[in-house]
């Protein structure tokens, strides 16, 4: 089916206690992956792109990919913008038929923050697309932002509140003790702090850095309020992987093997995680 708008899906994700798998694609093979393993489990799901990879890909090209392989499946699929600290890559994206989009100005002053939020919320919502926000600071790495742990930040309930009414966003990022990448040791997520903002703000909200934190934790997050999950690392790795498997064999010289290996690695992992999120079969709700 042609594309649709992620927050429908979030919203109704979160009135059933469950989350909305957001993957990050890099590529042919890491669409086909995501598609091919929701449609297998009739299950909504988010396809994301950073700057990176719209870089590495191009905007256009990836968003003609994923509007044609959406057409062949009947399971509602949203194109996300994530991470963009650019509003003109995100009006780019707007125009080549993204459905939502994040604009990441969590690096700015805080005034600073909200006018780039807002003037991003203003445009999309003239065209209908939807806009995630983020407020305190997720640590880790995710293409060529990094924020070391000394400057993570933890979001304060009652500014997530003022963040959310001062711009208007829909869905809000929250850091709560996960970080882009996968961990060293255990992350501790902090339940109490999703609650409180939980229950100071009406917007769904969305668990970044998901790669590596235990399933429980995670099933938590989401009974808590959590609506949508980014996982991003936790579908290069099997990836990378499986071409490195393929590629001891020094005879192997065939994309469509060692990429068709990697494909399947990631469509492995891809349904693990839509499993963990509650949202097998919840296509026929659309
Ligand atoms: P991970 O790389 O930890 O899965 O983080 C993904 C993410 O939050 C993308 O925005």
Partial sequence: MPLVNSLELIQKARDHKKAIAAFNIHNLETIQAVIEGAAELNSPVIIATTPGTLGHAGIENIAAIVKVLALQVNIPI???MDHCTSFDTIVECIKSGYTSVMIDGAHLEYSENVELVK????????????????????????????????DAAFTVPAEAKKFVDDTG?????????????????????????????????EVPLVLHGASGVPDESVK????????????????????VGAIRKSLLNPEQNDPRKYMGAAKEAVKEVVKNKIK???TVGFAAEF
């Fill in 78 to 80: 949203a194109l996300h």
């Fill in 119 to 150: 003037a991003v919320v203003r445009m999309a919502h003239a065209v209908g697309v939807q806009v995630e926000g983020e407020i305190g600071k997720i640590g880790g790495v995710e293409d060529d932002l990094f924020v070391n742990e000394a």
């Fill in 169 to 201: 966003i829909d869905t809000l990022a929250v850091a709560i003790g996960t970080a882009h990448g996968m961990y060293k040791g255990e992350p501790k997520l902090d339940y109490k702090r999703i609650e409180e903002i939980k229950n100071l703000v």
């Fill in 220 to 239: 938590k997050a989401i009974s808590l309020g959590m609506a949508k999950v980014n996982i991003a690392t936790e579908l290069k790795n099997p990836m």
């Fill in 276 to 278: 963990l999120c509650g």
